[in-house]
T-cell receptor, first 114, second 112 residues
Framework: EAAVTQSPRSKVAVTGGKVTLSCHQTNNHDYMYWYRQDTGHGLRLIHYSYVADSTEKGDIPDGYKASRPSQENFSLILELASLSQTAVYFC?????????????FGPGTRLLVL | GEQVEQLPSSLIVQEGASVLINCSYTDSASVYFPWYKQEPGKRLQFIID?????ERKQNQRLTLLFDKKTKHLSLHITATQPGDSAIYFCSASITGGYKVVFGSGTRLLVSP
């Protein structure tokens, strides 16, 4: 059974609207991450969290907020969606310890902003 | 900050051929290098990793070479199969850190 799940799997949003992407993990991992993937590019880190009720900015946080209400759940919020935020969004989790940096990914959410 | 570059950006080979994917990084503080595979429409999956105190690691048909001096890694895939068709991502991380920087990926297509 998949340990990192995302919802929705795809979404069409209107410019200026609010979008919330959700991620749930059953790995019992402390770290969770949100990335975006654009066609022809690698993954870029938006926000991450290493403990519940705390989030940190990644490399491209502008236009995004994050929320970690529990160890299992991590949300990405686009308060005012823009065309440039059309992308595939991946959530991931990782453990604390020797294999901390090996990340386990969700299936992705394809977001289209019109 | 850390930058990770991968070459080539794409590869097309016939089944059974070997391929080499190259990766370079800039931050000498990076000491952990996981690689991921993304099949079409699927999630990224971890395939192999190496730490900076190693020079070579093998996992079945995958061999990962690491050169700390030149900040360079190479992923060698032998006896390729159509199921190896995917995008392969190199990444770099500072141990104990949470930030992993990904390369832009190498798209591999293995034709039967």
């Amino acid at each position: 059974e998949a340990a990192v799940t995302q919802s929705p799997r795809s979404k069409v949003a209107v410019t200026g609207g609010k979008v919330t992407l959700s991620c749930h993990q059953t790995n019992n991992h402390d770290y969770m991450y949100w990335y975006r993937q654009d066609t022809g590019h690698g993954l870029r880190l938006i926000h991450y969290s290493y403990v519940a009720d705390s989030t940190e900015k990644g490399d491209i946080p502008d236009g995004y907020k994050a929320s970690r209400p529990s160890q299992e759940n991590f949300s990405l919020i686009l308060e005012l969606a823009s065309l440039s935020q059309t992308a595939v969004y991946f959530c991931a989790s990782s453990d604390r310890g020797v294999n901390q940096d090996t990340q386990y990914f969700g299936p992705g959410t394809r977001l289209l902003v019109l | 900050g850390e930058q990770v570059e991968q070459l080539p950006s794409s590869l097309i080979v016939q089944e059974g051929a070997s391929v080499l994917i190259n990766c370079s990084y800039t931050d000498s503080a990076s000491v952990y290098f996981p690689w991921y595979k993304q099949e079409p429409g699927k999630r990224l999956q971890f395939i192999i990793d190496i730490r900076s105190n190693m020079e070579r690691k093998q996992n079945q048909r995958l061999t990962l070479l690491f050169d700390k001096k030149t900040k360079h890694l190479s992923l060698h895939i032998t006896a390729t199969q159509p199921g190896d068709s995917a995008i392969y991502f190199c990444s770099a991380s500072i141990t104990g850190g949470y930030k992993v920087v990904f390369g832009s990926g190498t798209r591999l297509l293995v034709s039967p």
